[in-house]
């Protein structure tokens, strides 16, 4: 991998036209392969015998194990953390949240909406709700632990779909809303964009925006797809105003989503204070 792969203006750019970039062998293949190894084994099946693949879906909670407290924390991951989301401002993971395995199968899968993730459970709340600054979530995070073609259920995305979501949330201002209520309103203004997928083989990552519209599908292929979707968790909010300019590419979308590429002081304060 070349060290200097994912530096500079070019990462940058593709983050902010597309929503996402994907980083090829951000993670090491011994340490993918670990991961893939651990996984196998919390699902109780059999990687060489298809007849004890009898769900479409294995999830596996939170592993702590070695390799999954090593696969987010490469060099290369953290320089594209320190360009995205700003230097100082991300925490480091040991963790990786919940797995959805998925394997080829009959049945369909009942997660498959379009959607953005949630952050954030207000108190007598069932569902994970966001709000305009993405509180409590600086990136959303794909790792790849098996290698995922076409065919094998890869995360459907809308490419550019970050740029339609701050409108939607505009409206419900700093309390945010659900993704239950947000979802017939993101698939409305995101359907004009081109799709893409989250194909790639073990140690390949994709870092994109929080406000990225995607879903999953059903498996057609003939091997599972091992993922992982873990946040990036911010050291400090995301600010709609920042009295020093300094902005991060995070930002940056949410304000020309906005349509507001230069704003003033007020009419930020304004979006982030609605309703």
């Known amino acids: 991998m070349d060290d200097n792969a994912y530096d500079g203006p070019a990462l940058v750019s593709r983050f902010l036209r597309d929503g996402f970039v994907k980083l090829e062998g951000a993670v090491a293949p011994r340490v ?123 995360t459907r995305i809308r490419v550019g779909s970050h740029l339609d979501v701050p409108k939607v949330l505009e409206p419900y201002g700093e309390a945010g809303a659900s993704g239950l209520t947000l979802a017939p309103e993101l698939v409305a203004a995101s359907a004009h964009r081109p799709l893409a997928y989250a194909t790639g083989s073990p140690g390949d990552v994709y870092l994109c925006h929080p406000f990225l519209v995607h879903a999953a599908q059903p498996h057609h292929g003939t091997r599972p797809r091992f993922l992982a979707q873990p946040p990036l968790m911010p050291a400090a909010p995301y600010e709609p105003v920042r009295a020093d300019g300094a902005y991060s590419p995070v930002e940056i979308a949410i304000r020309r989503g906005l349509g507001q590429d230069t704003p003033g002081p007020d009419g930020l304060r304004r979006a982030y204070s609605a309703g």
């Open 32 to 154: 993918a392969a670990d991961c893939a190894r651990l996984l196998w084994r919390e699902t109780g099946c059999d990687p060489d015998d298809p007849a004890t693949w009898t769900q479409p879906v294995h999830w596996v909670p939170g592993m702590g194990q070695g390799p999954f407290a090593a696969a987010p924390n490469s060099p290369a991951l953290h320089r594209a953390y320190d360009l995205l989301v700003g230097e100082g401002r991300w925490e480091p993971r040991y963790s990786l949240g919940t797995f959805p395995l998925r394997f080829p199968h009959a049945e369909e899968p009942a997660d498959a909406g379009w959607h953005i993730e949630g952050s954030y459970l207000p108190e007598g709340e069932s569902w994970y709700f966001t709000n305009l600054w993405s509180r409590d979530r600086a990136l959303l995070m794909l790792f790849l632990f098996s290698e995922v073609g076409e065919e094998d259920a890869p």
